[in-house]
Antibody
Framework: VQLVESGGRLVQPGGSLRLSCAAS????????MSWIRQAPGKGLEWVAN????????YHLDSVQGRFGVSRDNTKNLLFLQMNSLRVEDTAVYYCARIHHVDFTDEGFDYWGRGTLVTVSS | DIVMTQSPRSLPVTPGEPASISCRSSQSLLASNGNIYLDWYVQKSGRSPQLLIYLASNRASGVPDRFSGSGSGTDFTLRISRVEAEDVGVYYCMQALRTPWTFGQGTKVEIK
């Protein structure tokens, strides 16, 4: 299993960014996927989950309406569209596979290395 | 939102000695299917987090058996039976019962 994020960079407040996560080594469309972020020197914060079909989506309240998780199952890609970025969105953004076990989906069993998003003027 | 509270925030440990970290949730993490949706992760310096324990008490693949998880309802514990130098890092609990999935603040484990 491999998850490789890309797309992070320096962006001004109010700007937009699209993060990508390339998945390999497993059957991508069998799994829920997720984005988690970590501000510099801080703890972990869940951002969004997306169901296998791409229709079921859940977002953190503070990003709802600004961020949108999506996926392309034909290309094994996960995305995070980030609009109206704020300074407080500065973080390393991790892509993760949601752990499927015993007929349930919970937690994250594989993580990417992350991509840094810096929002600053 | 379910609030996760860990203690202690910092844990100096002696190699070979046991260690434990506590995690408390503001609501029960027991689901109607009988699963307890509590995970433990460790993040070693400069690395991505990795899953240690899932559904409160199950070791993830490849995790040494010196790690164990216990608890039910709202109180949970991660135990390391004999700490090794490689166990240093920040440990997080996380609830996956209800979105937003929420993490504890983290416990930094370091060698004395």
């Amino acid at each position: 299993v491999q998850l490789v994020e890309s797309g992070g960079r320096l962006v001004q407040p109010g700007g937009s960014l699209r993060l990508s996560c390339a998945a390999s080594g497993f059957t991508f469309d069998n799994y829920w996927m997720s984005w988690i972020r970590q501000a510099p020197g801080k703890g972990l914060e869940w951002v969004a989950n997306i169901r296998q079909d791409g229709i079921g989506r859940y977002h953190l309240d503070s990003v709802q309406g600004r961020f949108g998780v999506s996926r392309d199952n034909t290309k094994n890609l996960l995305f995070l569209q980030m609009n109206s970025l704020r300074v407080e969105d500065t973080a390393v953004y991790y892509c993760a596979r949601i752990h499927h076990v015993d007929f349930t989906d919970e937690g994250f069993d594989y993580w990417g290395r992350g991509t840094l998003v810096t929002v600053s003027s | 939102d379910i609030v996760m509270t860990q203690s202690p925030r910092s844990l100096p440990v002696t190699p070979g000695e046991p260690a434990s970290i506590s995690c408390r949730s503001s609501q029960s993490l027991l689901a109607s299917n009988g699963n307890i949706y509590l995970d433990w992760y460790v993040q070693k310096s400069g690395r991505s987090p990795q899953l240690l324990i899932y559904l409160a008490s199950n070791r993830a693949s490849g995790v040494p058996d010196r790690f164990s998880g216990s608890g039910s309802g709202t109180d949970f514990t991660l135990r390391i039976s004999r700490v090794e130098a490689e166990d240093v890092g920040v440990y997080y609990c996380m609830q996956a019962l209800r979105t937003p999935w929420t993490f504890g603040q983290g416990t930094k484990v370091e060698i004395k």
